[in-house]
């Protein structure tokens, strides 16, 4: 089983829908979880960042952490053509060391 | 507020050919810096990171290798390139430990 699961999709949607991405993870001592969107022949910027199970809310997204079923979500509201990007999920141990998910491909239709 | 460049931003190289690519971070001190390569299908993988100047841990064993000169410069380079050592190298900062890796836009190698 690979350490960071993510569905490389594409995925699909048509503008203003709800985007639903999610990782799911094998290694209990992660702590802190990251979503990270990249545009085509850009570096990967940070969106969200968390540490605690539960929401939490930025603007038009949200990120959620299920740290007893290893699974962590993001979702974007009235998503925008401007959100068409990859998705990274990435989380940390307390040794630093920190383990991606090969990417979510989001392309969303006007 | 930080910044982190990178350059070039593409580059084509010749097999056996030297590298540098080359990463400053700026509005920050004593930074934690990366390197990683990103290839298609395969995720982020960390090549070197340094939590100082002149301490460089690598990841794995290849045919590249990184130094930091000054606290917000790190180097990534290579005597020889093979055709294997294509890709998209991102670097990266943080803070700490506790915080979470901001990315250039990175550089795209093509080894011909």
């Known amino acids: 089983q690979k350490e960071v699961e993510q569905d490389p999709g594409p995925l699909s949607v048509p503008e203003g829908a709800i985007v639903s991405l999610n990782c799911t993870y094998s290694n209990s001592a992660f702590q802190y979880f990251m979503w990270y969107r990249q545009y085509s022949r850009k570096g990967p910027e940070l969106l969200m960042y968390t540490y605690s199970s539960g929401n939490k809310e930025d603007g038009r997204f949200t990120a959620q952490v299920d740290k007893s079923s290893k699974y962590i979500s993001l979702f974007i509201r009235d998503s925008q053509p401007s959100d068409s990007a990859t998705y990274l999920c990435a989380m940390k141990d307390g040794n630093n060391r920190l383990a991606f998910g090969k990417g979510n491909q989001v392309v969303v239709i006007p | 507020s930080q910044t982190i460049h990178q350059w070039p931003a593409t580059l084509v190289q010749p097999v056996g050919s030297p590298l540098s690519l080359e990463c400053t971070v700026e509005g920050t001190s004593n930074p934690n810096l990366y390197w990683y390569r990103q290839a298609a299908g395969r995720g982020l993988q960390l090549l070197f990171y340094s939590v100082g100047i002149g301490q460089i841990s690598s990841e794995v064993p290849q045919n590249l290798s990184a130094s930091r000169p000054q606290d917000r410069q790190f180097i990534l380079s290579s005597k020889k390139l093979l055709l294997s050592d294509s890709g998209f190298y991102l670097c990266?900062?943080?803070?700490?430990?506790?915080?979470?890796?901001?990315f250039g836009d990175g550089t795209r190698l093509s080894i011909l």
């Open positions: 990266a900062w943080s803070v700490d430990n506790n915080q979470p890796q901001h």
